[in-house]
Every structure is written in C-alpha cells, then in structure tokens.
C-alpha cells in the first residue's frame, strides 16, 4: 500500500514538473532540477495575449480600407490574406496598412498544384508558387504560408507510406530553408479526413517538424478540423509545443462564426494551453457567417475574448 501511496505521489508530482515547464515555455524541454517554484508563472499565463486575426472575407466592408476601418475599432490586430496572386498585391497591402496596429499574420496558401504529387511537373509548380508566395511573405513580414501536402481531390498522389513521408520531409526541409532567407516559414495544415487523407492530427504535424528540424517549418492547429480529429483540444495543441505557428477557429459544427453554434463553440480547453505555452501567435478566423457580419462578427470578437479569460 505504501508503495502505491509513492508511486501515486511520484507521478503527480512529475506531472506538475511538466506543467510548470509549460507555463514557462519550456514545454517538452523539461530538465534535471528545473521544478524549482516560480512565483511569476501564473501571472505569466494570465497576462499571454490573445492575438485575433482576420482572413480577408471575415470583416464587413467594401474595400481594404473599410475592412482594416472596422477591425481596429476592435481591435483585431492580424490579417491573414490569400496567397495567390499576392506578390502583386504588396505594395497595395502595405500601403493600406501602414499607420495602422494590425499587421500580416499567416498567408492562407494560395499555391498551384500539390507536393505529393506523383507528377514532377505538378510538384514543380507547387514549389514555384511557394517560392512566390513565400517571398512576398517575407516582404510583408508575415508569420509564415500555410500549406497542405495534398487533398483529397488531388490525384495522382504518393500512397501513405514511411518513404512518402521522408520525401515529404525533404521537401519541406527545402522549402524550410527557403522561408528562412526570407524571414518567414511554412507551416504545415493537419485537416480532417473528409478533406485530407494525409496529416490529420496535430501531433503528426509536429512531428515532422520536430524530425525535420528547421526553424522555417512550422504547424497549425485548427479547431474546426480538431474537432473531427483531435480527442482533446489540449492535447492536440500542447503536442504541437514550440513547433505552433498559427490557429485557425471557427463554430464548430457548421463552420461559422464562433458563438454562431451556440454552445458547442467552448474554446476554454484550447486556449488554457495556448496560454500555459506563451502562444504570441495568432488565433484567426476561417469560417462563414450566417448571420449579419456588422452584429455577428463583433459578438463572436466578444465570446473569444470571454473563453480566453477564463481560460
């Protein structure tokens, strides 16, 4: 009994370790004598902030300008456009964000053709489009070009096998370096498997990250997809640890604005580990809306920033 009684206590405490890790960023570094207390780490958790960005179509608005208008009046400070044809738009997007608190989050991919591809020419011209893309990203200063090794549409693709993923990770590691001499990343999409049958899970993701070890290859964690995917919120993005770049958030059964899904839309778990990793990311919105944009949008702005204090 008493040899439970230890062991029982031997793991608790090796768990706070971990979690106190965590909370100081030192996620799945955890070292020999680093359980020392820390008396700032729970005002750490609770002064993370949440970073809340737009995809181009979320904010009512005719133009740039009255977009941008409408996000800083709630203070939404990350913006997440399209990748495709966005070399072209640079100097306009520079432009119509300069003098403002709102800066380029991710690039939402905007890539040609597929990396799993069978076809070299099909490969080539997704690693053509990225080289584009990613280096107006760089311009822009935005976090990184989110990718998707392939859809489920796609063809003709690589089988699911170890040697598909090495050569996803060459790939990757090239387009890492390539990310790098622009001061950006690529970071890597898990989607759920009505849309993707490769990198479905966020810890896969990370994975390959963590195998590849290049600074300029990152991941995402989205909470519509996780929600098919993921058992756990938490889980899913404390596996992901240094290696987070991005989230992307939406309703969670319909793919709408959060709150529009009523009480299915709990992002508390989520977001208590977000913070417990001193996320400085952004969490931003890919989703629909059913609703009025001008009344929904402020409201779903409004239910993120409650879950995130509680959290």
Not at 118 to 124: H, L, M, V, W, Y
Request: hydrophobic share 40%; aromatic share 10%.
């Amino acid at each position: 009994m008493m040899e439970n009684t230890n062991r029982r206590n031997f793991l608790k405490a090796g768990l706070s370790g971990v979690a106190l890790a965590a909370v100081t960023g030192n996620a799945g570094y955890v070292k020999a004598g680093n359980f020392s207390p820390n008396p700032t780490a729970e005002e750490q958790v609770k002064n993370v902030e949440l970073k809340i960005s737009f995809q181009e179509g979320t904010a009512p608005g005719k133009n740039l300008a009255e977009k941008f208008d409408f996000m800083e009046k709630f203070n939404i400070v990350g913006f997440e456009p399209g990748g495709r044809g966005l070399a072209a738009r640079v100097p306009e997007l520079k432009k119509e964000l300069s003098g403002r608190n709102i800066k380029v989050s991710a690039i939402c991919a905007g890539f040609e053709g597929f990396i799993l591809s069978t076809d070299p020419a099909i490969r080539q011209k997704c690693i053509d489009t990225m080289h584009e893309i990613i280096t107006a990203a760089g311009e822009l200063g935005s976090t990184g070009v989110i990718i998707v090794p392939a859809f489920n549409h796609q063809t003709p693709v690589m089988p699911h096998t170890q040697e598909t993923r090495d050569f996803l990770c060459e790939q990757f590691n090239a387009l890492g370096d390539f990310a790098v001499k622009h001061n950006t990343t690529v970071i890597m999409e898990p989607l759920n498997r009505n849309e993707a049958f490769y990198l479905r899970l966020v810890a896969d993701a990370a994975s390959i990250c963590r195998d590849i070890n290049n600074k300029g290859v990152t991941c995402l964690g989205d909470f519509w997809h996780m929600t098919s995917e993921e058992t756990s919120d938490y889980g899913a993005f404390f596996s992901a640890g240094k290696y987070l770049q991005h989230v992307h958030i939406a309703s969670r059964k319909r793919r709408c604005m959060p709150g529009e899904d009523g009480e299915a839309d709990d992002y508390i778990d989520g977001f208590k580990v977000l913070k417990m990793l001193n996320y400085q990311h952004y969490v931003s919105f890919e989703c629909g809306c059913k609703g009025e944009r001008e009344v929904i949008v402020p409201a779903a702005v409004k239910l993120l920033r409650e879950q995130w204090a509680k959290a």
